[in-house]
């Protein structure tokens, strides 16, 4: 049974252009949350899909936004990126009932942005 | 949420005990005690949780006093391959769809 996956694991951009992010959730997971980890700091909540809809979302831009499908795999999408948009990019999955051992991480995307 | 403070790193040698102490004053009721851990370039892993006393597991143990104000992630005979990570953070028990509030975490280095 796969985990959660993620792709591409590692890419580099320019500052300005835009980026997406794709994650697939672990078998039986409905639920799927993004979270940005910068260097040397914990991952940050960006925001949470299901039912194909963002219901919570954190402290982040506009620039950033999402979508899930009715597979329950989701994209992030971040445009006009900026340096400090360089980051890990993780993915968690969980369904509505799940407890926390129940969360699943992805290894995440490594974002460069130049 | 109940905001956690944690060392920002530790060292330890292979085989001993290692002991991460979290503190939590504004503990709420409802509040459990979770761990997790992380290995460079990977995702968080779960690794206990616990609301009261002691909990243990095939991994660690998590003391918790009865104040609740604190915890402590014990870590029994650690190896190198402990080298990671560990986040304390505090909530309801179960977050399937709630968001998890990550600290800057303790940075363990076990060394031969």
């Known amino acids: 049974d796969a985990g959660v996956t993620q792709s591409p694991t590692h890419l580099i951009k320019t500052r300005g252009q835009q980026v997406t992010l794709r994650c697939s959730p672990k078998s039986g997971h409905d639920t799927v949350s993004w979270y940005q980890q910068a260097l040397g700091q914990g991952p940050q909540f960006i925001f949470q899909y299901y039912e194909e809809e963002e219901r919570q979302r954190g402290n982040f831009p506009d620039r950033f936004s999402g979508h899930q499908f009715p597979n329950y795999s989701s994209e992030l999408n971040v445009n006009a990126l900026l340096l400090g948009d360089s980051a890990l990019y993780l993915c968690?999955?969980?369904?509505?009932?799940?407890?926390?051992?129940?969360?699943?991480f992805g290894e995440g995307s490594r974002l460069t942005v130049l | 949420l109940a905001k956690t403070t944690q060392p920002i790193s530790m060292d330890s040698y292979e085989g001993q005990e290692v002991n991460i102490t979290c503190s939590h004053n504004n503990i709420a009721t409802n509040d459990y005690i979770t761990w997790y851990q992380q290995f460079p370039s990977q995702g968080p892993r779960f690794i206990i949780q616990?609301?009261?006393t002691k909990v243990t597991n095939e991994v660690a143990s998590l003391f918790i006093p009865a104040d609740r104000k604190s915890s402590t992630l014990s870590l029994p005979r650690v190896s190198l391959s402990d080298t990671a990570v560990y986040y304390c953070?505090?909530?309801?028990?179960?977050?399937?769809?709630?968001?998890?509030?990550f600290g800057s975490g303790t940075r363990l280095q076990v060394q031969p």
């Open positions: 968690a999955s969980s369904s509505g009932l799940a407890g926390v051992a129940e969360l699943f």
């Open positions: 953070l505090v909530g309801d028990k179960a977050p399937g769809r709630r968001a998890l509030t």
């Open positions: 616990g609301y009261k």
